[in-house]
């Protein structure tokens, strides 16, 4: 039901555009997470279906998240990469209540993005 894409190698300071291709209408909004070799995973970003969005720290002001008309896919795009934002990239169905993204049981299969210094 979640289908990303969009991963590639860069060089630090250029950009790249994730989507993440959803079906089905189980979750009411969609979140991105990454996770580097040897860490935890990590949430960066999440719009609901309303669209309300949150970021983390790390990537405010950096990386946008939207969705298309259709609301079929979401889409993050991430600009300014450092070398530290070097990870697998997933996104998640899950659920936005009370001003909170809360982390479901769906994920896409995860695409590599790669920053070169």
């Known amino acids: 039901q979640l289908q990303a894409s969009g991963g590639g190698l860069v060089q630090s300071g250029k950009s790249l555009r994730l989507s993440c291709a959803t079906s089905?209408?189980?979750?009411?909004?969609v979140g991105w997470y990454r996770q580097a070799p040897g860490k935890q995973r990590e949430w960066v970003a999440y719009i609901s279906n309303g669209g309300s969005i949150g970021y983390s720290d790390s990537v405010k002001g950096r990386f946008t998240i939207s969705k298309d008309g259709t609301e079929n896919t979401v889409f993050l795009q991430m600009n300014n990469l450092k070398p530290e934002d070097t990870a697998v990239y997933y996104c998640n169905g899950g659920t936005y209540y009370n001003r909170k993204y809360y982390r479901g049981d769906y994920w896409g299969q995860g695409t590599q993005v790669t920053v070169s210094s």
């Open positions: 089905g209408d189980i979750f009411n909004a």
